[in-house]
């Protein structure tokens, strides 16, 4: 297993750019079971998970071939299996977003619950009841998610907490089903919004994405197409945090500002600054951050994926600050690493109060999650001396590059084999 060594306090400075989103990327080779033809995206991040979904597609029968850094071509039109193994579904849980697709293209899906992880119980409950909802007959076997369906048909589902693959997978199902589904308390995610766009460029007919309630009319067939996905918003907001707990000056290139409201508006109630730039933004953080107070919501609200890379930020700040997670029940593995750095975070429920100090102190640290990896990045890049960070293939998950993008802008950090 690899872990990262980083040395600080780093300055940062110059330039960065932001790869393909991972969570636009993934429904998006899942929504391509659905086409009759080849789909080539463009703008994917190469990511682990990426990998995962890869192998995962390869094993349906479909044909997922790389056909430049960045751009993938998946080809469904020979997919010969239903069968999602639980080996691979263990390891990314979004391997659940081929549930809709599966059932809706070849009848039938053979698709492993996913179980937990570090963040939560992650149930899928209200991906199950959709796809019952719309005709399917659906048992749970030996670990295993059975579906069966002659034709799924259209039907009103009302999700009761706005999940976003939960949306995403109704949307890939209702896309190829008889008659008009409509989805209400939708999740409005930017990326669920990109694969709604997506869709609609492959023939589906779809109204409302990006509100509470969205309207798809079932069609025959959809066709391949090329499609380049958005750009990812927690990266960027990721890089962000690195210039604001350094007190740096950088410029990231392409960031999905439309997307990154809540995450810029805290950004600068802390004291950051911003201005836009040719096809970027230069951001700035300051020597002295302010304590605040943020609660994760769906979006548009502040982002669950951000919670612990500002928690990181803020126990550094100029007082006390309390983070609030609601998305998650277990989203707070970070703190007890962060506090070997030095950082004063003490949990009660669901609330993280943050203690600002004056400085934070290198040390070994364990990466837990994908997000909590990121926030222990983050800190090291401001704590004083040598931070390991150990089992850094959570990050390998949703980072593309991340050493790399980081050195560039200076920071001392290099990857070691454990
Ligand atoms: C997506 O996960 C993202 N993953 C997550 O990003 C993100 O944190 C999350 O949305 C929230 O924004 C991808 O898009 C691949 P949910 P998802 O279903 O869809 C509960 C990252 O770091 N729930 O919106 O799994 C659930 O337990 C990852 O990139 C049910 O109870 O999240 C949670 O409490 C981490 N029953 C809440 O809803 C269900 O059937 C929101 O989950 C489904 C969800």
Redesign the pocket.
């Known amino acids: 297993m690899d872990k990262f060594v980083i040395e600080g306090p780093t300055k940062l400075s110059g330039t960065t750019f932001t790869s393909g989103s991972?969570?636009a990327s993934?429904p998006m080779m899942a929504a391509a079971i659905l086409a009759d033809g080849a789909v080539v995206l463009n703008n994917v991040p190469r990511l682990r998970d990426i990998d995962t979904m890869c192998k995962l597609l390869n094993g349906l029968g479909c044909i997922c071939e790389w056909r430049g850094e960045n751009r993938l071509k998946v080809d469904c039109s020979s997919i010969s299996s239903d069968f999602a193994p639980y080996d691979l579904v263990r390891k990314m849980?979004?391997s659940i977003l081929v549930l809709g697709p599966l059932t809706a293209r070849l009848g039938s899906a053979h698709v492993s619950l996913p179980g937990g992880c570090a963040?939560?119980?992650?149930?899928?409950?209200?991906?199950i009841a959709a796809i019952k909802a719309m005709g399917g007959d659906v048992q749970i076997e030996n670990g295993y998610i059975k579906a069966k369906a002659k034709k799924l048909r259209g039907a009103t589902i009302y999700f009761d907490?706005p999940?976003?693959?939960?949306t995403e997978n109704v949307l890939m199902a209702a896309a190829l089903s008889e008659g008009k589904t409509v989805i209400k308390n939708a999740?409005k995610?930017p990326?669920v919004v990109d694969l709604a766009r997506m869709l609609k460029k492959m023939g589906a007919r779809i109204e409302g994405e990006g509100e509470s309630t969205i309207e798809i009319e079932g069609v025959d067939r959809l066709c391949g197409v090329e499609f380049t996905v958005m750009s990812d918003r927690?990266e960027a907001g990721t890089f962000m945090c690195a210039a604001m707990i350094t007190g740096s000056e950088i410029t990231i290139k392409n960031p999905p500002l439309d997307a990154m409201d809540a995450i810029i508006d805290k950004f600068l109630e802390i004291g950051g600054e911003l201005e836009r730039v040719d096809d970027g933004i230069l951001v700035r953080g300051c020597e002295r951050i302010k304590p605040t107070m943020i609660k994760t919501a769906v979006y548009p609200g502040f982002?669950?994926?951000m919670q612990a890379q500002f928690m990181a930020v803020l126990s550094l700040a100029d007082g006390t600050s309390i983070i609030e997670e609601t998305?998650?029940e277990n989203r707070f593995m970070h703190v007890a690493e962060l506090n070997r750095l030095g950082a004063n975070i003490v949990v009660s429920g669901n609330r993280a109060v943050v203690e600002g100090v004056d400085g934070l102190v290198g040390a070994s640290v364990m990466a837990t999650d994908?997000?909590a990896s990121a926030s222990l990045v983050v800190a090291a890049l401001a704590a004083k001396g040598k931070t390991e960070i150990l089992r850094i293939y959570h990050l390998d998950r949703?980072y593309e590059s991340l050493e790399e993008k980081l050195k560039r802008l200076g920071a001392k950090i290099w990857r070691e084999k454990q």
Do not use: C, M, Q, S
């Open positions: 991972k969570n993934l849980r979004a963040i939560g119980v992650r149930p899928v409950n209200l991906h907490i999940t976003v693959t939960g999740a995610e990326e927690i982002p669950t994926d998305i998650f994908l997000r949703g």
